[in-house]
T-cell receptor, first 111, second 115 residues
Framework: EDQVTQSPEALRLQEGESSSLNCSYT??????LFWYRQDPGKGPEFLFT???AGEEKEKERLKATLTKKESFLHITAPKPEDSATYLC????????????FGRGTSLIVHP | DAGVIQSPRHEVTEMGQEVTLRCKPI?????LFWYRQTMMRGLELLIY????????DSGMPEDRFSAKMPNASFSTLKIQPSEPRDSAVYFC?????????????FGNGTRLTVT
């Protein structure tokens, strides 16, 4: 059974204070690891897909990286508008298209 | 594209009443997912359809829950009778299956409150 654990559960940063969110996973052959952003009152919004260890993807102040056991979402010089819950999900090679989601990290960036 | 459209956005009902949630997936997507999100349990998959056929309904809590997808552009999730513990945000998501690594696209959810 695929498993995803995200840490920390909650993170408070000052504007400009860089940090990283962690997503640890176990899966029987990784097909893809996904990062989503969820704002209050909205559905998760897709950010990145990572396919193999060593891969990196960037979008504005966000950079996602992947190893064989975990993924990091690095946030550089965050702004208050980066405040959201960040969800990680994995899709394994078990034959199902169903991704397994973590519980998320709630990020608050104070001005 | 309008994205995944869910209705209603909010639903307040009394225990024992029937509740029907609706979803219109993104045109061309052939996979549809219903999720439930709570603070305690996070995102839980309820049911997954592929090409309008239910593939995995192991997440459906009990017989009070049922889901249908009569065509490629519409799905419903019904709860009958509803109970206070069903209170949660229900999300519908769609994707292009047949393509692993295709991300899910979520609607903005229906917030259900059962009193």
């Amino acid at each position: 059974e695929d498993q995803v654990t995200q840490s920390p559960e909650a993170l408070r940063l000052q504007e400009g204070e860089s940090s990283s969110l962690n997503c640890s996973y176990t899966v029987s052959g990784l097909r893809g690891l996904f990062w989503y952003r969820q704002d209050p009152g909205k559905g998760p919004e897709f950010l990145f897909t990572l396919y193999s260890a060593g891969e990196e993807k960037e979008k504005e102040r966000l950079k996602a990286t992947l190893t064989k056991k975990e993924s990091f979402l690095h946030i550089t010089a965050p702004k208050p508008e980066d405040s959201a819950t960040y969800l990680c999900a994995v899709q394994g090679r078990g034959g199902s298209y169903i991704p397994t989601f973590g519980r998320g990290t709630s990020l608050i960036v104070h001005p | 594209d309008a994205g995944v459209i869910q209705s209603p956005r909010h639903e307040v009902t009394e225990m024992g009443q029937e509740v029907t949630l609706r979803c219109k997936p993104i045109s061309g997507h052939n996979s549809l997912f219903w999720y439930r999100q709570t603070m305690m349990r996070g995102l839980e998959l309820l049911i997954y359809f592929n090409n309008n056929v239910p593939i995995d309904d192991s997440g459906m809590p009990e017989d009070r829950f049922s889901a249908k997808m009569p065509n490629a552009s519409f799905s419903t999730l019904k709860i009958q009778p509803s109970e206070p513990r069903d209170s949660a945000v229900y999300f519908c998501a769609s994707s292009l299956s047949g393509a692993y690594n295709s991300p899910l696209h979520f609607g903005n959810g229906t917030r259900l409150t059962v009193t």
